[in-house]
């Protein structure tokens, strides 16, 4: 069994990273979230536009996703940081968040002070946590607590028939090795259907994401709309791609031949070793949530158009097979497959590469993302402002 | 001669490896890099884009990955160019509606 260090949490699950998570519960208190994330070297700020004007099931998936993030394998600490009248509830969530996570604190403004006094406030808590996170070790354990998204994003000629190949024999190898690789994209199956009801182990998994993508489609038939022009997007159409379904059937390639053992709704956990399916929005940042919720500890994302950003909670290996882009924005990316393209390298060796950069990533090594200070947040809001 | 691939045998739209322009000499190869068809190019094409490996009727189908992408929206004749202008998809039309 391959072996890997990373840090063991209460809840029982590992992470590859020891970071302090500054969770705002309303948009209100991202600049204060902002600045004590700005002085602290292992905090991160989850800011997002939300937490205000909120109901039903879109103010409990929002709830939940910060919920998530709190107790998210790759946080050590958590600060919770509220201004009081908002509909996501501060000390709700800090209760939550704390009974798996025992160094979380919180602030709320309304109770505890202005902008100034609840940034020295925060600092002085997160240091604390520094102290406390700089005395925890990562101890070694099996592959198989891995949980990988895949996902990919400014797709071109290339994803489809180099890099996105390559995550798919990655994705064979370390689910083998009993490990968890998740994928979502919902819009990007569509066309792909045929691939996607082989790979299922069974109908019922078939049918959840075929539901689902008939969702998106029936919207679009609703709102009297070509889904060209989003799907695919102007720079995808640029990229030599021409219709949402050969978009769609080289996305499918990041799982390669491996089966689909489970479905699940954006916000739930992956349980199952083995490909889960995550039904999220292909919209790269609130596929990264979806796929963080899920369980992922780190995020393979391929990109032939180029994009710089990382996500909050998980490293983001940025991968590319356009030679063009990888010059452009090199210090963006963590691998280059371009020599799949050229001839000269092979698929296989391509999801060698991607799997030895996943261990040396999920062992503390830093991706371009990390290095750059890339660590976006946003949450995914499912109803319209009413109120 | 100019680069592009097929991924599956029933495709008829080959991706080109490098750019082409009118005339240029194609030759088309498998994903196992064998030769499989040497066509005329009768557009300019970007690398990367993709053109006919053989005739294709009106309203049939385009194929890559050895899947259906779309349908052609005109008659496009061996070596040509096929993108938005002449391949629409058959999916999430609610413009059609």
């Known amino acids: 069994m391959l072996k890997i ?135 070694e354990t099996d592959i198989s607590n891995l949980t990988i998204g895949v996902e990919c994003g400014g797709s071109d000629f290339t994803s489809g028939i180099a890099s996105n190949p390559s995550v798919g024999m990655f994705t064979g190898r370390i689910t083998q090795l009993g490990a968890k690789v ?151 990316f963590d691998l280059n497959l371009s020599e799949i393209v050229e001839g000269s390298l092979s698929i296989k060796e391509g999801g060698e590469m991607v799997f030895n950069k996943v261990i040396e990533t999920a062992e503390g090594n830093e991706t371009c993302a990390e290095k750059l200070g890339h660590r976006e947040f946003s949450l995914y809001r499912v109803s319209p402002i009413l109120t | 001669m100019k680069k592009a691939i097929i991924l599956s045998q029933n495709d008829n739209a080959a991706t080109l490896l490098e750019n082409v322009f009118v005339h240029d000499e194609v030759e088309v190869f498998d994903s196992e890099k064998n030769s499989v068809y040497v066509l005329n190019s009768l557009s300019n094409i970007n690398r990367g884009h993709k053109i006919a490996v053989r005739d294709i009727e009106k309203n049939s189908h385009i194929i890559k990955y050895g899947h259906v992408i779309g349908k052609a929206s005109d008659f496009i004749q061996k070596g040509e160019l096929i993108h938005i202008h002449n391949l629409e998809s058959e999916r999430g039309r609610g413009d059609l509606c």
């Not at chain 1, 600490?77 to 979380?104: D, S």
């Not at chain 1, 889904?227 to 390639?253: V, W």
């Not at chain 1, 083995?274 to 990109?303: E, H, K, M, R, W």
């Open chain 1, 5 to 139: 260090n990373m840090y063991k949490r209460e809840n029982g699950t590992y992470g590859v990273r020891n970071r302090i998570a500054v969770i705002p519960t309303v948009a209100c208190v991202n600049h204060v979230a902002e600045k004590i994330a700005s002085m602290v070297s292992l905090a991160d700020a989850y800011t997002h536009p939300y937490g205000c004007d909120q109901l039903g099931y879109d103010l409990e998936l929002s709830f939940n996703c910060l919920k998530k993030m709190g107790t998210h394998p790759n946080n050590g600490a958590v600060l919770v940081l509220g201004l009081g009248c908002e509909e996501i509830l501060p000390e709700k969530l800090y209760n939550e968040i704390k009974k798996e996570q025992p160094n979380t604190e919180l602030i709320i403004m309304q109770e505890n002070g202005g902008t100034d006094f609840c940034v020295d406030l925060g600092v002085k808590i997160c240091r604390n946590f520094e102290k406390i996170l700089s005395e925890q070790e990562r101890v």
């Open chain 1, 182 to 332: 998740v994928f979502g994209e919902t819009t990007e199956l569509m066309g792909a259907e045929k691939i996607i009801e082989n790979l299922c182990q069974n109908e019922e998994i078939f049918n959840f994401i075929t539901s689902k993508i008939k969702d998106i489609e029936d919207t679009a038939i609703n709102m009297h709309v070509d889904l060209r022009g989003t799907q695919p997007s102007p720079g995808n159409i640029e990229g030599g791609l021409s219709t949402i379904e050969e978009k769609s059937l080289g996305g499918i390639c990041k799982i390669g031949k491996s089966q689909i053992v489970d479905a699940i709704n954006f916000g739930e956990s992956a349980v199952k070793a083995g490909v889960t399916f995550v039904n999220t929005p292909g919209n790269d940042i609130a596929c990264s949530l979806g796929l963080s919720c899920a369980g992922a500890q780190i995020i393979i994302f391929t990109t032939g158009k180029g994009t710089p950003m990382g996500f909050a909670c998980a490293p983001v290996i940025k991968v590319t097979a356009n030679k063009n882009i990888f010059e452009i924005m090199n210090e963006n």
